[in-house]
């Protein structure tokens, strides 16, 4: 099992970016699969999950409105598109999966047990 995440960079405040999870060893028809971040001297938290069983989506209240995370199937690629981004959104991002459930919910409230490596997101004022 592989996650592979990528798409970050460095964008002006109001801007947009999108990250892409490139994920091996397992199908998007059935567990769930989010992402994560940290940003310096904070904790690790789930910010946009999916569950791939019903595309039933899960936000946290810090960027709900402004994230969406989708997947395509065909290329076993999750997506999270940040739009509006703030400075208070840079933090280095994790895909992540849950082979053994299906709730989004769950997921970004949990401490999965697959994990990508991250990619660095910054977004300047």
């Known amino acids: 099992v592989q996650l592979q995440a990528s798409g970050g960079g460095l964008v002006q405040a109001g801007g947009s970016l999108r990250l892409s999870c490139v994920v091996t060893g397992f199908t998007l028809d059935r567990p769930a699969i989010g992402w994560f971040r940290q940003a310096p001297g904070k904790e690790r938290e789930g910010v946009s999950c999916l569950s791939t069983l019903n595309d039933i989506t899960h936000y946290s209240d810090s960027v709900k409105g402004r994230f969406t995370v989708s997947r395509d199937a065909a290329k076993n690629t999750v997506y999270l598109q940040m739009d509006n981004l703030r400075p208070e959104d840079t933090a280095m991002y994790y895909c992540?999966?849950?082979?053994?459930?299906?709730?989004?919910?769950?997921?970004?409230?949990?401490?999965?047990?697959?994990w990508g490596q991250g990619t660095l997101v910054t977004v300047s004022s």
């Open positions: 992540a999966a849950d082979l053994g459930h299906s709730s989004s919910y769950y997921l970004c409230n949990s401490h999965p047990g697959n």
